[in-house]
Antibody, heavy 118, light 110 residues
Framework: EVQLVESGGGLVQPGGSLRLSCAAS????????LHWVRQAPGKGLVWVSRINTDGLITSYADSVKGRFTISRDNAKKTLFLQMSNLRDEDTAVYYC???????????WGQGTLVTVSS | QSALTQPPSVSGSPGQSVTISCTGASSDVGAYDSVSWYQQYPGKAPKLFIYDVYMRPSGVHDRFSGSRSGNTASLTISGLQAEDEADYHC??????????FGGGTKLTVL
């Protein structure tokens, strides 16, 4: 069974940093692109970042470019999102998601809540 | 990276059909066959319901169908059931390694 389990969320002050993790199981981790998608309370989904299979190609939404870094450890089957210089508007549930070849998300984690507040 | 446009809410009675629109641009919805739809219950993770514009994953009922005309994609749910009440989100590849979602639509079954 495919599973994605996020962790690392919590309360952080504006300007602070946080590192999210997404532990994968049930599939060949190194075969798939992975994404981070976030959802602010009561709002829609927003694409954040993506990484290819070997971790060498990444892309980011303009709103997080220069502040967030996506990475992966294929040996440990884990996806990461390093977030720095956090702002109030980064408050959201952050989901990791597996990507099909056609660019849709077939499996999602349960999400981890990041709250940026003083 | 402008969000796709979805109606905030739609509603229908059991047994009826409803259609949720997702309007983008010629650079995203109109350009790529990478439109997908997700169902989300409150407090839960999204679930893939339609991919590649009109394809259904195994396990998704054929009451759910996807289509596209120009820069607007649509999700049609026929034979509405109480358990269909949820939020629905569309998503499209937008080129240059970016993706864009709609704002989400809350479906109410009356």
């Amino acid at each position: 069974e495919v599973q994605l389990v996020e962790s690392g969320g919590g309360l952080v002050q504006p300007g602070g940093s946080l590192r999210l993790s997404c532990a994968a199981s049930g599939f060949t981790f190194s075969d798939y692109w992975l994404h981070w998608v976030r959802q602010a309370p009561g709002k829609g989904l927003v694409w954040v970042s993506r990484i290819n299979t070997d971790g060498l190609i990444t892309s980011y939404a303009d709103s997080v470019k220069g502040r967030f870094t996506i990475s992966r450890d294929n040996a440990k089957k884990t996806l990461f999102l390093q977030m720095s210089n956090l702002r109030d508007e980064d408050t959201a549930v952050y989901y990791c998601a597996r990507v099909l070849p056609g660019f849709s998300y077939d499996y999602w984690g349960q999400g981890t809540l990041v709250t940026v507040s003083s | 990276q402008s969000a796709l446009t979805q109606p905030p809410s739609v509603s229908g009675s059991p047994g009826q059909s409803v259609t949720i629109s997702c309007t983008g641009a010629s650079s995203d919805v109109g350009a790529y066959d990478s439109v997908s739809w997700y169902q989300q219950y409150p407090g839960k993770a999204p679930k893939l319901f339609i991919y590649d514009v009109y394809m259904r994953p195994s396990g998704v009922h054929d009451r759910f169908s996807g289509s596209r005309s120009g820069n607007t994609a649509s999700l049609t749910i026929s034979g509405l059931q109480a358990e269909d009440e949820a939020d629905y989100h569309c998503c499209s590849y937008a080129g240059r390694d970016t993706w864009v979602f709609g704002g989400g639509t809350k479906l109410t079954v009356l």
